[in-house]
């Protein structure tokens, strides 16, 4: 195919649509495909391109694992970019470059588990962590000078010369810069950037820049075949009871800034320190009225105006941009944008506090967004509607690379604040958490969001923040699988004879709220044992009976909406709910809510207040270790919308 037809193709699918990851012969139609070579035979078949990028795989263990069987992404560096960085470095030749720095840049080139294509990912990082676990970040831009084709670009400063080459064994695009990854921490990588100047200065004042500084865990150690062969585990239902599990080889401490350029706090008066410590007075004396004077020169008090302002802007986990709410071939599959937009709460460095991501569909509006209310131009029981606060893509970003060694900092366009509208508004609304968002291990470890795999990602006992679990217990986070009938296509799997205690995320305000539990019953699920705080939350729960048992009673919807809310309502008063109607397993015609099988469980109605911990204890009840429980989603409703004249909404 001609490579100019062939780029141009790319661009346009990049924009339209996407397609999933693919195996070793199930390829586009339009994707250029080399004659049977694996990625190390293009790269040899190619020797006035690649000669030196090879030569320098050669030198590592990595070239021959491009010859083998597999689903691999490689980023092939011209010569000219190999030289380049050689002599940037200040080495003659490649001959030049240490042992190490040669195994550094191939794991930063290779993807060992996926092989991905421009169509997979419009905007953000790929799936799958390279062999370094490090992100791969996809941006575009236009190249005026071609007809406005599109540009990609990898780590903001490797461009993809060419892109799509199927081969054997996965899939090879070519960049004409070597790839590299910073050394630096966060705060240091924050520094580096002149549009931040104001908020680096709060972040050194407010000593936050301190507590993002952990890399990684010195004490934990996993054996190497439990990380690399994984073991067979039981954690799914149908004719294979067990999947194979990969357990987390190096535990890592991550971190998420998002951050105001210097311009944005101009456009609102605040032209240096003084002015940002006087505006965070403002709002956060307003938010707190009972600590208002008491900390304003104390900065490192985590009830200072400025260090609160501040710590609203950190997350203790890293997120790209497209990880903050679903993306990918699963949201294009599974989720309704027509009836709601997809979104999920974090918790922020800022004690008692919650910041609300939301990701509209196309159209004006498309994007992430913080803190936003309103769906689709609807609003939520007639209460204000907010824009919220945009987060910038990668391609909207500009030229600087924003990953550091332990996270990655985003640009927003608007001031963020815990303000009370924020509070009382924003956050009068059902709190709905992924359980893999519970812990920041299941997004640092590689556990969240790996679309296209097929093994589970186990965690050891002592090592998963907010989790405490018995010997007995295994924990692990699915693959996101769009077919299962589990909201957003993943689970928490907890099996054996299991006794597992987590943190509940904090409340934004105080109140009364129930706390639901979100699940699919199968035969070969367990029966299980809530505990609030140690207080048993009623009696045992049967994870195998489904929604038509007498107990639960969940009814089919009608086309008579009164009915439906009559038949919700009975179904409530049982303790149990349906699911939702946004999410359709395997992208049919068939949402969660209809299906009839997958439930919430109201656990408990509790006063709840900010910044308090709590806990949930879940015990299996059976003496059988071969039962397990999929926990799909916690919800946390305050009573001012499940008890609301309006009702709950069903999305």
């Not at 062939?6 to 495909?33: H, L, Q, R």
């Not at 309704?336 to 569909?361: H, K, N, Q």
């Not at 509208?421 to 609304?429: E, G």
């Amino acid at each position: 195919m001609n490579s100019k037809i062939f780029k141009s193709i790319c661009a346009i699918c990049a924009f339209c649509g996407f397609v999933a990851c693919v195996d070793n012969d199930d390829v586009p139609e339009n994707m250029y495909t080399a004659q049977k070579m694996t990625a190390a035979q293009f790269l040899e078949a190619n020797p006035e391109q690649f000669g030196d990028f090879t030569a320098l795989l050669k030198r590592t263990p990595y070239f021959s694992l491009l010859t083998t069987y597999g689903r691999y992404t490689l980023f092939a560096a011209t010569n000219d970019a190999v030289a380049n960085f050689a002599s940037r470095r200040g080495f003659a030749s490649i001959d030049q470059l240490p042992q190490d720095l040669c195994d550094t840049i191939a794991r930063t080139h290779i993807i060992k588990e996926g092989a991905f294509f421009t169509t997979d990912v419009v905007e953000g990082t790929l799936p799958q962590l390279n062999m370094l676990d490090a992100f791969i970040v996809w941006s575009s831009d236009s190249d005026v000078v071609n007809d406005n084709k599109i540009i990609y670009y990898v780590n903001k400063n490797s461009r993809m010369l060419e892109y799509n080459d199927s081969v054997t064994n996965g899939v090879v695009h070519v960049v004409d810069n070597i790839i590299t990854a910073s050394n630096d921490f966060l705060p240091d990588k924050m520094e580096e950037d002149p549009s931040l100047t104001i908020f680096c200065e709060a972040l050194r004042l407010t000593g936050m820049a301190d507590s993002l500084t952990r890399y990684m865990d010195e004490t934990y150690t996993c054996g190497d075949d439990s990380v690399y062969n994984g073991t067979r585990e039981r954690c799914t239902n149908g004719s294979d009871l067990y999947m194979n599990c990969k357990w987390v080889g190096t535990r890592y401490f991550k971190y998420t800034a998002l951050v105001e350029p210097d311009s944005v706090y101009h456009q609102h008066g605040i032209n240096d320190i003084e002015d940002l410590k006087a505006y965070a007075k403002q709002v956060y004396d307003q938010t707190y009225p009972e600590d208002a004077g008491l900390y304003d020169d104390d900065f490192k008090h985590r009830k200072n105006p400025l260090n609160r302002f501040v710590s609203y802007h950190l997350l203790d986990r890293v997120a790209q941009y497209n990880q903050f709410v679903i993306s990918g071939p699963i949201r294009e599959k599974c989720w309704r944008s027509s009836i709601a937009d997809p979104e999920e709460f974090y918790e922020t460095m800022c004690p008692g506090t919650l910041v609300r991501f939301a990701s509209p569909a196309a159209g004006a509006v498309s994007g992430l967004y913080i803190n936003r209310r309103g769906s689709q131009g609807r609003l939520y029981n007639n209460d204000p509607q907010c824009r919220g606060v945009k987060v910038l893509s990668p391609s909207e970003s500009g030229s600087i690379d924003q990953n550091a060694l332990n996270g990655v900092y985003h640009y927003i366009d608007d001031i963020l604040v815990f303000s009370p509208f924020v509070r009382d508004v924003i956050f009068n609304c059902r709190l709905r958490f992924d359980p893999a968002t519970l812990s920041p291990d299941f997004m640092n470890c590689d556990g969240r969001g790996r679309q296209g795999s097929s093994e589970l990602r186990g965690f050891k006992r002592g090592y998963v923040t907010n989790f405490d679990f018995t010997k007995e217990t295994f924990l692990s986070v699915t693959p996101d699988q769009d077919f299962w009938w589990s909201f957003l296509g993943h689970v928490l799997c907890i099996s054996g004879r299991f006794d597992i205690t987590f943190k509940l995320p904090t409340v934004p305000n105080k109140g009364t709220y129930e706390i639901r539990m979100g699940y699919t019953p199968g035969e070969e699920r367990g029966v299980i044992q809530v505990y609030l705080d140690n207080n048993p939350c009623g009696i045992p729960i049967d994870l195998r009976v489904g929604g038509g048992a007498p107990e639960i009673g969940a009814i089919a919807d009608t086309d008579d909406e009164e009915q439906n809310r009559l038949n919700d309502k009975a179904m409530h008063n049982r303790g149990y709910m349906k699911a939702m109607d946004c999410y359709f397993p395997g992208g049919g015609e068939t949402a969660m809510r209809e299906l009839g099988s997958p439930l919430r469980r109201i656990l408990a109605t509790e006063y709840l207040e900010p910044g308090k911990e709590y806990y949930l204890r879940v015990r299996q009840v059976l003496d059988d270790p071969m039962k397990y429980w999929n926990f799909n989603y916690l919800e946390l409703c305050p009573k001012s919308v499940y008890a609301s004249p309006q009702g709950e909404d069903t999305h």
